[in-house]
């Protein structure tokens, strides 16, 4: 069979329960509760399209292989993930800031991080060309000890552990475009050279007092974190931009054996979470992008974890281009949003803000 991209996808994903709420706030206090931001119904569609397009026969579907503890424990602590347990088996609780545990979510979560590592053996063992795991819960804000952000356990971070340890990887870097920080990865690699994380992001969106252009890691990893605040509004102008200017010259010059990307499709214009524009062809020239640098470094190894994305009717678009971009092959899938849409221009404080990066990273590299 010819090598394609892998989608890791499992039913179970989408019966981690987050409950009622009013997008991220818990239900209760004063307004009428409906259906929490981080339910299952916009990875869902995703699966949905891919079926009713049948452009999943044209990708490899992988099963999931639940992470084992000694795995998690890689990233998380041992206390807790056996609190992520107890809660799970007790109905449901609070596991940090917005991290909802529900019944059985400790065995959902234990195989969302197993299908970031199902990517990373589908790619290193070279099954595919490269893959993407749809799984929920998310992960990229997961710190060691808590919970954040809707994310129990960091599935990219415990990932790219896992490649370094079971395949001696020397140089990985994790781009994540999620519109908010990727604060949980970012406290995995702190002090590790090994690791380059990249995230590009909304400015002062979440968490609070993360994401700062101003930190650029720690001990032996400072100068293998940037951090990349752009305005809302920026748009798929400002993102290439971003990616030309900084994202390119950088991972040229740390030149990685595996490329990882924390893709949240909330960067897109219609996200309840987030302010920017995105539109689905940005989120494939992205991917486009990315992947072109994947098979520039390192044979084409790329792998991709789904972390936020919370508009129901555009994530599915926007994810189903990815896939493309992947797999260099053809949906037939026509964005039905595009219609009438004129991409942003490039703004002053787009431009800015990258100069900002470059001032600072400037320091670690050749920008
Ligand atoms: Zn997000």
């Known amino acids: 069979m010819e090598k394609s991209t892998g989608v890791i996808w499992d039913e179970?994903?989408?019966?981690?329960?987050?409950?009622?709420?009013?997008?991220?706030?818990?239900?209760?206090?004063?307004?009428?509760?409906?259906?929490?931001?981080?339910?299952?119904?916009?990875?869902?569609?995703?699966?949905?399209?891919?079926?009713?397009?049948?452009?999943?026969?044209?990708?490899?579907?992988?099963?999931?292989?639940?992470?084992?503890?000694?795995?998690?424990?890689?990233?998380?602590?041992?206390?807790?993930?056996?609190?992520?347990?107890?809660?799970?088996?007790?109905?449901?609780?609070?596991?940090?800031?917005?991290?909802?545990?529900?019944?059985?979510?400790?065995?959902?979560?234990?195989?969302?991080?197993?299908?970031?590592?199902?990517?990373?053996d589908a790619v290193m063992q070279e099954k595919v060309n490269n893959a993407y795991a749809l799984t929920r819960p998310p992960g990229h804000h997961a710190e060691q000890d808590e919970g954040m952000g809707f994310c129990l356990f960091n599935n990219i971070a415990i990932a790219a552990k896992y490649a370094k340890e079971k395949y001696g990887l020397k140089r990985i870097v994790i781009i994540d475009w999620d519109v908010h920080h990727g604060n949980g990865t970012e406290s995995a690699f702190r002090n590790d050279p090994d690791v380059l994380f990249i995230s590009v992001h909304q400015e002062n969106i979440f968490p609070k007092r993360r994401g700062q252009m101003s930190y650029t890691g720690e001990g032996d990893g400072e100068g293998f974190n940037v951090n990349i605040e752009l305005p809302a509004g920026t748009g798929n102008e400002g993102y290439f931009y971003t990616f030309d200017q900084v994202i390119e010259p950088i991972i040229d010059q740390f030149e990685p054996e595996l490329i990882m990307v924390s893709a949240g499709q909330d960067p897109s214009r219609f996200d309840p979470l987030g302010r920017m524009l995105m539109t689905s062809d940005g989120f494939y020239q992205l991917a486009m992008k990315v992947k072109a640098l994947a098979e520039k470094h390192c044979e084409g190894r790329l792998v991709a974890c789904h972390e936020g994305g919370y508009s129901t009717a555009y994530v599915p678009f926007c994810t189903i281009r990815i896939l493309e971009a992947l797999s260099g092959k053809q949906s037939g899938v026509d964005d039905p949003f595009d219609q009438g849409y004129h991409e942003g221009p490039l703004y002053q404080n787009q431009i800015d803000a990258v100069e900002k990066v470059k001032e600072i990273q400037g320091k670690y590299w050749r920008l």
């Open 12 to 120: 179970s994903y989408f019966w981690h329960q987050t409950g009622n709420g009013a997008l991220n706030i818990d239900s209760g206090g004063w307004i009428q509760a409906d259906t929490h931001a981080e339910n299952p119904e916009t990875k869902r569609r995703v699966k949905n399209l891919l079926d009713r397009s049948k452009f999943m026969k044209e990708l490899q579907q992988i099963e999931p292989r639940e992470a084992l503890p000694e795995e998690v424990e890689m990233n998380h602590g041992r206390d807790y993930i056996k609190k992520i347990k107890r809660l799970s088996d007790s109905g449901g609780g609070d596991a940090g800031e917005h991290a909802i545990v529900g019944p059985d979510s400790y065995e959902i979560a234990l195989l969302s991080a197993g299908g970031a590592i199902t990517a990373i």
